[in-house]
């Protein structure tokens, strides 16, 4: 019979064990990878949003800022004088 206590090689506990420390070794990183590339494309939605909220509150301004110099046009005449409002009563 052959003698068993001189082979060579693993157990298959120290082969569990090696597999489990290499899956957690693996795993960590992993995920914090996959957080970051998370993080980032939250990030890039934010700027997104917030350029879009920032346009819309110009276009806004633009109307109201629009209104105001019709209205100021017809408070002059063609000459530059400022046409008063009172003169027809």
Known sequence: M?????QHGFSLVEVLVAITLLLLIVTGPMKIITDANHSTAFASEQVTAFFLAQEGLELAQKGRDDLMLQYFDKQFNNNGNMVNPWAKF
């Open 2 to 6: 052959k003698n068993f206590s001189k």
